[in-house]
């Protein structure tokens, strides 16, 4: 039997490394465990950003030129809601919309946030296992120059321009984890950490009581992937933030960032420099071409990384370090 | 001064009755108030057809072909909610969701519906006054050879071809009537009854306890047009509704529906030789065409009705009989 991976997703580049490995040889072997900070209440309906993006991307309806959104949309509702005078920052589609008037109306019901997102996904025809770290309400928020703001102001209506000087998870202390999400962690074989924030995606991630310490006691290989490529990230806030915190904002600082946590970090090729470096935090290194433009690109990753990794045999008995 | 005007208003006759009085030199004295009975929720989004029938028909948006709903729509977010598995028997517009959804959010963020029903038609571009006669959540219920139906059920899922042995307005027992409703009511030197369904249209406005008193107190000149032509109704459920409670199917049984509120019917010229029988009533009665295929039949029926009523001067002094 193939080894069990879990893919712990942010956004785009969760999304991006979730097709590779979904398209790869080992897809019949992946579950994905996604983030939630991200969720908002927009215009009275529940929006889930990665969530979405995850399922989007992995079902082949994600809107590809941006990298979160469906493809071939339409925004009649949401220039109808501008007329009513709502502020319309945010971009939703006229298709979108029916995964928030959906995912809302369930949450209404009572029915919880992570059997939702199962049944969103099944209905898009994913079957991988989507999981949700936690069914509590938790949130990202940045306390910036503009006062705090969440997760969704600061990136999509400010454009990451507000001087970040410190980042929360609201409502983190007092969730708690899933069952499917802690079994899942317990059950890997193999754990990747997709080259996602490694604060605000992954970090919101591990934020969950009890996330963080099944990963650190799960005998799985621990992976991750750096965003961090020269020192700037692909998409996204990382670097704003690894410097608001006054992390290193190169592959090092992600380093940082989950010492103690990972076996291996995969870093690009153009960071070779910062392999002897990384080691000295305890962890083992790996450069390639960590750039994913097209699936091409994505599969050969995905393998990559699984490649890196001790087979089954070279594992049994052993506790990974 | 000119004499102020209230009418009660259903949904697609009221809202062409509604049309005639506001194109009509009466517009500045017109206040409607709207039933609600029809309101329920649809995929967790709060519609209330009626009043945005009235709303989208007063500023010109009203699909006219289908005498509901928005012109140019298109339903992409209808289609997806259907992919998503839901249920879409009830047809929703892309621009008509941007009403519902943001209805939804302000019912949720606590603001009275009547303040909501008053800032979209606002936003429309309509400033005659649009009352509700309850902020509460009353709701037509029939009971029918399918078990009880909510009335959207029955009206557009079934087509009104289910057999029914009675009517309720559920929740209107205790219900509070609005203040602006009754003040309405009040105010009024003539009221209409538009040429809406006696019993789940205008039956429903008065269901609300205090409505009927008020208007039966009121000194107001009260009059009601005949939704019953030739023994058939022009849209809607009328006819069979008066069946089912055995109520003559003709305007002789609007008027037993209105007997001790109405000072005067209007019946359509075919339905003469009834005026004998509504008159023994206790009720006056006119004829004349109250089809209302276009605007300038609108607003010469409206001009008609007002014509119909006493004078200011005629009326001082004197209580209404």
Not at 15 to 25: D, N, P
Not at 154 to 179: H, L, M, N
Not at 193 to 201: R, Y
Request: glycine share 8%; proline share 4%.
């Amino acid at each position: 039997m193939s080894q069990s991976i879990l893919l712990l997703a942010g956004g785009v580049g969760g999304a991006k490394m979730a097709e590779g490995l979904l398209q790869s040889q080992f897809s019949n072997s992946l579950s994905i465990l996604g983030n939630i900070c991200d969720d908002q209440e927009i215009h009275g309906l529940w929006v889930s950003p990665d969530i979405d993006t995850l399922t989007y991307t992995l079902t082949d309806r994600i809107d590809t030129e941006k990298g979160w959104g469906l493809k071939d949309e339409t925004n009649r509702t949401l220039d109808a809601l501008n007329a009513l005078g709502e502020d319309t920052w945010m971009y939703l589609g006229d298709q979108d919309f029916a995964t928030h008037i959906y995912r809302t109306q369930l949450r209404k019901q009572g029915i919880r946030p992570s059997v939702i997102a199962k049944d969103i996904a099944q209905k898009f025809g994913l079957n991988t296992p989507l999981l949700l770290p936690t069914d509590d309400i938790v949130q990202t928020r940045v306390n910036t120059d503009k006062g705090w703001l969440d997760f969704q102001s600061y990136f999509v209506r400010y454009q990451c321009q507000p001087q970040i000087s410190e980042i929360v998870f609201k409502g983190a202390d007092s969730a708690k984890a899933t069952t499917e999400a802690l079994k899942a962690i317990q059950d890997a074989d193999i754990i990747v950490l997709a080259p996602s924030n490694p604060i605000v995606s992954i970090g919101a991630i591990l934020s969950i009581p009890g996330i963080r310490e099944a990963l650190i006691q799960s005998t799985a290989y621990k992976l991750a992937v750096s965003p961090i490529i020269g020192g700037k990230t692909v998409k996204g806030p990382a670097d704003k933030m690894l410097q608001a915190l006054d992390i290193p904002c190169n592959a090092l600082g992600v380093a940082q960032c989950y010492q103690g946590l990972i076996d291996l970090l995969v870093i690009d090729q153009q960071d070779q420099a910062l392999c002897e470096e990384i080691s000295a935090l305890g962890m083992q290194v790996q450069s390639t071409d960590t750039m994913m433009h097209n699936r091409a690109d994505k599969v050969r990753l995905a393998e990559q990384l699984i490649s890196y990794c001790p087979t089954e045999t070279s594992m049994s008995g052993s506790e990974s370090i």
